[in-house]
């Protein structure tokens, strides 16, 4: 069965550095989406991105935030200048169809630690 | 705006009896619904979704959810329970509405253990 993969699955980083978070979607999927978990809360949407844009934000993307799709298989999400606060589960989905009934499959996620 | 609520962190089970995973939400509009499971060092796996027509939607490994619009929850159930549905299980909303965007909306997590 088909699954999204990330890399890597635990980034150390410090505060200040950029830090880029890998993702292969499901082949045949043509929407992505970033989540993320703080630790002990719950999992909050970042982003989707359709057709090379994005085709939606939450508050939490602010400009320290980009996400994009440099060949036909990665999508990345990218952090500028990483905060404490950026420590946290970072999830990868994609899904087939952008109709609200299709659901997301999510990748296993990567652990994001800045010290 | 839309929310979901899972009111209980933890929830112990004996191995054969029936699990319920308790879910409530909250939409502007109609809901499209949706439950996840979390095992260790996984990714969330999609168990099941209501989207229209039956209350009762059946999903993957055996669960089940009712969706009761009165109520406004779908809680997921299982009349079996064994030790490997030991996991973190979310449950997921999203609103019919447009505007509401395609964002999943997430609870908390309920943590099932299901003992021997």
């Known amino acids: 069965e088909p699954e999204v993969t990330q890399t890597p699955s635990h980034q150390v980083t410090q505060m200040g550095q950029e830090v880029i978070l890998r993702c292969v979607p499901i082949?045949?999927?043509?929407?992505f989406y970033w989540y993320r978990q703080i630790l002990g809360q719950k999992v909050e949407f970042l982003v989707s991105?359709?057709?090379?844009?994005?085709?939606?934000k939450s508050e939490i993307f602010d400009d320290q935030f980009s996400v994009e799709r440099p060949d036909g298989s990665n999508f990345t999400l990218k952090i500028r200048s990483t905060k404490l606060e950026d420590s946290a589960m970072y999830f990868c989905?994609?899904?087939?169809?952008?109709?609200?009934?299709?659901?997301?499959?999510f990748g296993p996620g990567t652990r994001l630690t800045v010290t | 705006a839309q929310s979901v609520a899972q009111p209980e962190d933890q929830v112990n089970v004996a191995e054969g009896n029936p699990l319920t995973v308790k879910c409530t939400y909250s939409?502007?509009?109609?809901?499209?619904l949706f439950w996840y499971v979390q095992y260790p060092n996984r990714g969330l796996q999609f168990l099941l979704k209501?989207?229209?027509?039956?209350?009762l939607v059946k999903g993957s490994y055996g669960f089940e959810a009712e969706f009761n619009k009165s109520q406004t929850s779908f809680h997921l159930k299982k009349p079996s329970a064994l030790v490997s549905d030991s996991a973190l299980y979310f449950c997921a909303v999203r609103d019919f509405d447009k505007a509401a965007g395609n964002k999943l909306t997430f609870g908390g997590g309920t943590r099932v253990l299901v003992k021997p």
């Open positions: 989905a994609s899904s087939q169809r952008d109709s609200r009934s299709y659901e997301q499959y």
């Open positions: 082949s045949n999927h043509l929407y």
């Open positions: 209501y989207i229209t027509g039956d209350n």
């Open positions: 991105f359709y057709n090379n844009e994005i085709s939606e």
């Open positions: 939409v502007s509009g109609n809901p499209y």
